[in-house]
């Protein structure tokens, strides 16, 4: 089995903070794949917010928020145990995100142990 | 809506198995475990007192208040007038710090601390499951021997001489609840979740037909998971697993029984009669439970329950399967065993399944012909009511009785209407 990183981005703040039926798709979402034995780690949600996010650049350039030139920020990621890439794209697939115009980003983790 | 208006018949006996226990861990707190019974017959005499007083005076505003206030004068009387357990208690201190009688409250931060306590008291590995299981359910949940007798199909006598054997094993110990220390509570953590697993089948798969019983079993073993789930050291990802588990199991608890306490199978099940509360609350433990590399019985089990939960999948079976594929890897038991080959015959169809179970042969197991006996039921219905006779000679639990009786009958009505067409 590998894992892959499930990156998820959106466009626009505003679509950050859910709905409760948006949360409850969500959830679902993640419970369908706990329930598949896929889930590796239900990972984390990473805040948007100005107070909440810095870049750190060269030089002791530092700036708010996540982003600077284009508008798409990293709102949280999760892990999966598939056993091919094709597999883990299939479940990324069925996320709620892709309606209010979000992406995922699908990535192996190469363990460092 | 009706007000419910509740006699103090009615009302008694749920309280005391909802508090008594609770009461009862908080007072052990003071005494230590050596002296449960001291705390035992305080609890035990502030019921009786309500039972005396209610009937005439009135159900008060606030019982479980009423409850504990009394149980707090009770202990406090207790010190003052038993001179015998003054000098027990001189000695104790010198021993071991009892902690002082003026900080003796109920507030529900000392309840769920104590009870905590008193779970991983009761879940001694030095007792056997049998045994930890009868302790649980009248230490914990406030059983009485007839109703532990009655959800175990055993004589009363049987569970007396259990509960004594348990007591006394503890009293050995020389167990005090206050010196439970983070290792042993990290090392005795996945007994308790056996013992509140335990339970809460006892309750789910119960062989009495008491619902009220049946229902009080589960949700206190749900309960006592969410206890485990307040406290850092105990909220592991095991846990959550087993609480995911007993959500989704809870959800289905009013659909599967009819009225009379028969067994309804899972597709006859009135869907609506779920409880889609309990189901999102089970999505939720179950995506906590997963963190980290570790994948146990109960996060295999929860997934069962969620597919259960889930009709419209098409692919339900299919995920059924390779869980128990899992599941049975991590413990082959005979229950897993059959359950696997009722989701092998969704996926592949009864005459594979037949041929896969006649290599479990598991010939004593009412289960096992049970199974057969539905395996066979299409195709041969001769043949299935064999097995549901000899499942019904084996079983020993009335309900599975009745419900297997009337699979005969069915099956003999279908085979007359076969003749004649």
């Known amino acids: 089995m590998k894992e892959f990183a499930l990156i998820f981005r959106l466009n626009n703040t505003t679509d950050f903070k859910p709905s409760p039926e948006q949360m409850q798709e969500r959830m679902n979402w993640l419970a369908g794949i706990a329930s598949q034995n896929k889930l590796a780690d239900k990972g984390n949600t990473l805040l948007p917010t100005l107070a909440g996010a810095k870049t750190v650049r060269p030089n002791n350039v530092i700036s708010d928020g996540p982003y600077t030139e284009i508008k798409e920020f990293i709102s949280g990621y999760i892990v999966i145990r598939t056993d091919t890439i094709e597999e883990a794209v299939e479940i990324a697939k069925s996320n709620p995100i892709f309606k209010i115009g979000g992406n995922i980003e699908v990535r192996e983790v190469l363990k460092r142990d | ?421």
């Open chain 2, 1 to 421: 809506m009706k007000p419910i208006v509740k006699s103090s018949e009615e009302l008694l006996p749920h309280l005391f198995r909802q508090e008594y226990a609770k009461m009862t861990a908080v007072l052990c707190r003071h005494f230590g475990l050596a002296h449960i019974e001291l705390a035992e017959d305080i609890a035990s005499e502030t019921f009786l007192k309500a039972s005396e007083n209610w009937p005439i005076n009135g159900i008060p505003q606030n019982p479980t208040a009423w409850l504990y206030t009394v149980a707090k004068n009770k202990l406090k009387d207790y010190f003052k007038h038993t001179a015998i357990f003054e000098s027990q208690v001189k000695k104790q201190i010198i021993a071991s710090p009892i902690s002082d009688q003026q900080d003796f409250e109920f507030d529900p931060k000392i309840i769920a601390d104590s009870q905590l306590a008193m779970i991983f008291a009761v879940c001694n590995p030095g007792n056997p499951m049998e045994n930890q299981i009868c302790l649980a359910l009248q230490i914990l949940c406030g059983f009485s021997v007839g109703e532990i007798a009655n959800a175990f199909l055993t004589k009363t006598e049987t569970i007396k001489k259990r509960l004594l054997r348990a007591r006394n094993q503890l009293r050995k110990d020389h167990f005090r609840i206050k010196e439970l220390n983070e290792k042993e509570i990290r090392q005795r953590l996945e007994t308790v979740l056996r013992t509140l697993y335990l339970l809460f089948n006892e309750g789910y798969f119960s062989k009495t037909n008491n619902q009220l019983i049946r229902k009080d079993l589960c949700s206190e073993a749900t309960r006592l998971a969410l206890v485990l789930t307040d406290n850092p050291l105990t909220k592991t990802a095991q846990t959550y697993a087993l609480l995911s588990l007993m959500c989704f199991q809870s959800s289905r608890l009013e659909a599967r029984t009819n009225p009379e306490g028969e067994a309804i199978l899972f597709e006859d099940q009135d869907k609506s009669l779920w409880d889609n509360a309990l189901i999102e609350k089970g999505n939720y433990y179950l995506i906590h439970a997963c963190s980290g590399a570790e994948v146990t019985k109960y996060h295999l089990e929860a997934g069962i329950a969620y597919w259960h939960t889930t009709p419209t999948d098409q692919k339900k079976w299919e995920h059924i399967l390779q869980l128990y594929d899992q599941l049975i890897l991590i413990e082959n038991s005979p229950v897993t065993a059959l359950n696997r080959l009722f989701a092998l015959a969704k996926v592949y169809g009864n005459e594979k399944a037949i041929t896969e179970a006649e290599k479990v042969n598991d010939n004593h197991s009412n289960s096992y012909h049970a199974l057969l006996g539905y395996l066979h039921a299409e195709r041969n219905i001769d043949t299935a009511i064999e097995h549901y006779q000899q499942a019904i000679n084996l079983t020993k639990s009335g309900t599975e009785k009745k419900t297997l009786i009337k699979e005969i009958k069915r099956l003999t009505k279908k085979k007359t209407h076969n003749k004649i067409i």
